[in-house]
Structures are given as structure tokens and as C-alpha cells.
């Protein structure tokens, strides 16, 4: 079974500083990662994904996410956070039988 | 611009009665999912279906059911609504192949009182 653990519930930022936002996995097999965002009241919107190739994966809104086969991690970083970056954000995983598994998510605040 | 919808976004429902979340989408996707997420918390899947008169349950216990008969849509139904259901509920679809990931609706946000 898969699973995913994002270590942190919240992460606060000032506007301008980098963020960062933790997710490590668990699954058999090759993993397909992905990052999701929640505004409040609002279904979630994909950001990035990665599948397979460069590590690097760039998504939407600035922000970016690095695989780490070693490491089990696919965390997301925006270098430059912004006050509308303030969200609730969700790593996902799925293996080969297409369910995704969400963690638990994690809010992010970031101050002017 | 939505390619899955979901209506109500929002209900206010007596307890007892019986109701029925809409989700349609305009994709094509063979495969579509309900999750369950309280305010700010974590989403847990209910309900799926990988095609038309396929329907399975999720990973957390729900009284609703659903039914798949056309591929566009994919219905949640509580046959008698209680105030534990008070929840948000997300519609989510997926084309073929794991690395499609999820399409999500607004969501439906459901109070029993």
C-alpha cells in the first residue's frame, strides 16, 4: 500500500522568502508524484507532477518540486513566496493502480 | 474554466432526508472519485469508479452510495441524511494512465442539521 507523510501542518513565510514544503512517500514500484492546492471553500488544483525524467519538475504559479528516489521525497519550493501563495497544499502519490493517496496536508501562511 | 461540476456547492438539510450530490464531467475520464474532507483536513477517499457499472468503496466507511450509469456522471446519494455527514464533498476525475493525475470539482459543502 502507498502512503504518503507531510511532516509539517503548517509552514509560515514572510512575502519574499523562500518556501518550502515537505512530502515524503511510500510505495511499490515506480512513484508518480503530484501537488495539489486548496483555497478555502474551493476544490484543489493541480500544481506539478512528476512521472518520470529530469528531477527537477516546474508546475504552475513559480513553484517547483524535486524527486529524491533516495530520500523518498518530492518536496515543493517556490523560491520567492508571495501572500497569495497562502493555502492549504497537498503531495499525493499513486502507483500503478491509479488511486491517488493524499497526505495530510499542510497550511501555509505567508506574511506581507 | 470548470470541467467537472459539482452541484449543490452548498446544502443546508434537515436530518433524515435524502439527498443527492452531483458530479458531471465534460472529459471523457474513464475514472471518478468522491473524497470526504472536513474543514482544512485531509481528504479520504469513499467512493470510485474506473468506468460505466463499476463502482467500489473507498478507504473510509461511508453510509452514502453512488452509481456510474454514464460516463460523465457520477452521483453520491445519502438515503438519510444525519448531522455526522456535515462534511465537504469532492468529485475528482482521472483519464487513462496513473500520470493524468486528478481533475477536482468546487465540491459540495454539505450541513445536517
Known amino acids: 500500500a502507498q502512503s504518503v507523510a507531510q511532516p509539517e501542518d503548517q509552514v509560515n513565510v514572510a512575502e519574499g522568502n523562500p518556501l518550502t514544503v515537505k512530502c515524503t512517500y511510500s510505495v511499490s514500484g515506480n512513484p508518480y508524484l503530484f501537488w495539489y492546492v486548496q483555497y478555502p471553500n474551493r476544490g484543489l488544483q493541480f500544481l506539478l507532477k512528476?512521472?518520470?525524467?529530469?528531477?527537477l519538475v516546474k508546475g504552475s504559479y513559480g513553484f517547483e518540486a524535486e524527486f529524491n528516489k533516495s530520500q523518498t521525497s518530492f518536496h515543493l519550493k517556490k523560491p520567492s513566496a508571495l501572500v497569495s501563495d497562502s493555502a492549504l497544499y497537498f503531495c499525493a502519490v499513486s502507483p500503478s493502480d491509479y488511486k491517488l493517496s493524499f497526505g495530510a496536508g499542510t497550511t501555509v501562511t505567508v506574511r506581507a | 474554466e470548470a470541467d467537472i461540476y459539482q452541484t449543490p456547492r452548498y446544502l443546508v438539510i434537515g436530518t433524515g432526508k435524502k439527498i443527492t450530490l452531483e458530479c458531471s464531467q465534460t472529459?471523457?475520464?474513464?475514472?471518478m472519485y468522491w473524497y470526504q474532507q472536513d474543514p482544512g483536513m485531509e481528504l479520504h477517499l469513499i467512493h470510485y469508479?474506473?468506468?460505466?457499472?463499476?463502482?467500489e468503496k473507498g478507504d473510509l466507511s461511508s453510509e452514502s452510495t453512488v452509481s456510474r450509469i454514464r460516463t460523465e456522471h457520477f452521483p453520491l446519494t445519502l438515503e438519510s441524511a444525519r448531522p455526522s455527514h456535515t462534511s465537504q464533498y469532492l468529485c475528482?476525475?482521472?483519464?487513462?494512465?496513473?500520470?493524468?493525475?486528478?481533475?477536482f470539482g468546487s465540491g459540495t459543502r454539505l450541513t445536517v442539521v
Open positions: 469508479s474506473y468506468g460505466v457499472n463499476s463502482t
Open positions: 512528476y512521472i518520470t525524467g529530469d528531477n
Open positions: 475528482a476525475s482521472s483519464g487513462r494512465g496513473p500520470n493524468y493525475g486528478y481533475t
Open positions: 472529459m471523457g475520464h474513464d475514472k
